[in-house]
Each structure stands twice: as structure tokens, then as C-alpha cells.
């Protein structure tokens, strides 16, 4: 052979490549159940789950093979996709009426557990009202001063952890908490956050009078002024009527 011709390899040569060859990793047969191993058919094959694998007819379903694809979360995804959140800034809000509104959107209470959130919301508050009353009593008729912003502080934290924290230790849905005084418009228009946490308060005055949207006192309550005076005249005429014997129930 010339001096440039390549050398062939030899036998050992040859041998010690053949073991130096990686051994390829074996392909999943995807002709078998996922779940039982059982053969299946093509067109069995073809159809996988959302978890990628593919079953036979008995565990097809989700819920015979143990399907670790969360559903669930793939729900909560769609309807967020499909029904936008519109949330409007608190500078784009005219007037008081407007900023109930959006109160009352960020602070629903159509379902047991929204009402309870908004219960633990409304508890939050009265917490915060009652240690500010305390401390500002303190402060004009002890003379302590720094007692009216320390009991303003912490029943502000006593608040904010009622009504941002305690919904979800005890499994209620959490509300956005916007338009109310533990929310950053509380710097804003801290007016019209009292004003709209006042029509809340007074609609859980009404819904616990009405033993929840059931007796007699649903329709005047619900359907008249929410005024403290409106509330007082009809339950006290109420209570009269209940006492004379000539009630007659009509919601």
C-alpha cells in the first residue's frame, strides 16, 4: 500500500468499537395500555389522554386510570381565559355611588362562602372601628397620647388579617379587597371607603334580620331606602304587629 492510503482496521479494532457503542434506550410500546399493559389496537393507540399515554376501553376514562393530568386547573384556566376580570381604577370613579358599586364587586356575596368572607371582612372593621374609639378616648381623658395611634395601628393589622387572611385558613374564597379601607384607596378617597364599608355593615344588618332573605321583612327591607331609619321603623312596626297578634306575612 502507498504511504497515504488509510490503514484498515482490524478485527480487535473493530470489536472494541462494537462494545464502545452506547446501548439505545428502549422505545415505549405504544400499542399497550397505560394502565394495564394490555394490547390495543391502532386506533386505541391514536387516542391518547391529556397525560400522553393511551388506554385500553376499561381505562380509558380519567377516572379509571388514575390520571395525573390536572383538570381541575386546566377549568380554571379556560374560565379565566374566556371571562376576563375588568377591574376599573379607583382614579376613573366619579362620584360615591359609583365606588359602592365597585365595592360590591370586589366584595361579593351571592354565595354562602362569599358571605362569610364578607362577614370576617365586616368583623375586621368593627375590630379596627372599636380599638380606634379606645384609644382615642384614652388619649382625651387619660392623657396618653401615644395609646390612639398604637390601638390605630394594630387594630388596622387585626383588620387586614380578618379580612385578608382568615378566608382562606378557614377554606372561604378570598375577595380582591378593593374600594375598601384595607386597600391602597383607603389613601385616596378614605371618605367614600367608610361610606361603602357602611352599606355593607348595614346590608348584614338586613340579611340577619330577614333570617337570611326568608321571613316577612325581605321585601320592605330589601326593596326600601338603606337607611338606619327605615330599617328601624319597619322591624320595630314588625315586632308591634307580632305583639298586637294582627301580623300578616307578606314578603
Known amino acids: 500500500p502507498s504511504p497515504t492510503s488509510p490503514t484498515p482496521p482490524t478485527c480487535a479494532a473493530m470489536a472494541g468499537n462494537e462494545e ?85 364587586k370586589h366584595h361579593p356575596v351571592s354565595s354562602s362562602n362569599e358571605r362569610m368572607t364578607q362577614r370576617l371582612h365586616a368583623v375586621g372593621l368593627l375590630l379596627l372601628v372599636f380599638m380606634t374609639l379606645r384609644g382615642a378616648l384614652m388619649m382625651l381623658f387619660q392623657g396618653r397620647f401615644l395609646y390612639f395611634p398604637q390601638q390605630l395601628v394594630l387594630g388596622y393589622g387585626i383588620g387586614v388579617v380578618c379580612a385578608w387572611l382568615l378566608p382562606g385558613i378557614l377554606g372561604c374564597p378570598s375577595s380582591s379587597c378593593r374600594f375598601c379601607v384595607f386597600s391602597w384607596e383607603l389613601l385616596s378617597k378614605p371618605h367614600w371607603c367608610l361610606g361603602a364599608e357602611f352599606e355593607q355593615l348595614k346590608e348584614h344588618l338586613i340579611f340577619a334580620i330577614t333570617a337570611g332573605k326568608t321571613n316577612c321583612l325581605t321585601g320592605r327591607l330589601y326593596d326600601g331606602p338603606r337607611t338606619l331609619q327605615h330599617i328601624y321603623e319597619t322591624t320595630s312596626s314588625r315586632l308591634q304587629e307580632l305583639a298586637s297578634g294582627t301580623a300578616s306575612c307578606s314578603k
Open 20 to 104: 464502545n457503542v452506547p446501548p439505545q434506550a428502549a422505545v415505549p410500546d405504544d400499542r399497550k395500555c397505560g394502565k394495564c399493559n394490555k394490547r390495543i389496537s391502532f386506533v386505541q393507540s391514536t387516542i391518547k389522554c391529556r397525560c400522553g399515554l393511551a388506554f385500553c376501553e376499561r381505562h380509558m376514562t380519567a377516572e379509571n386510570h388514575e390520571c395525573s393530568f390536572d383538570w381541575r386547573q386546566m377549568q380554571r384556566d379556560k374560565i379565566a381565559r374566556e371571562n376576563p376580570k375588568v377591574i376599573q381604577a379607583s382614579a376613573g370613579v366619579k362620584c360615591a355611588k359609583d365606588w359602592c358599586q365597585q365595592y360590591a
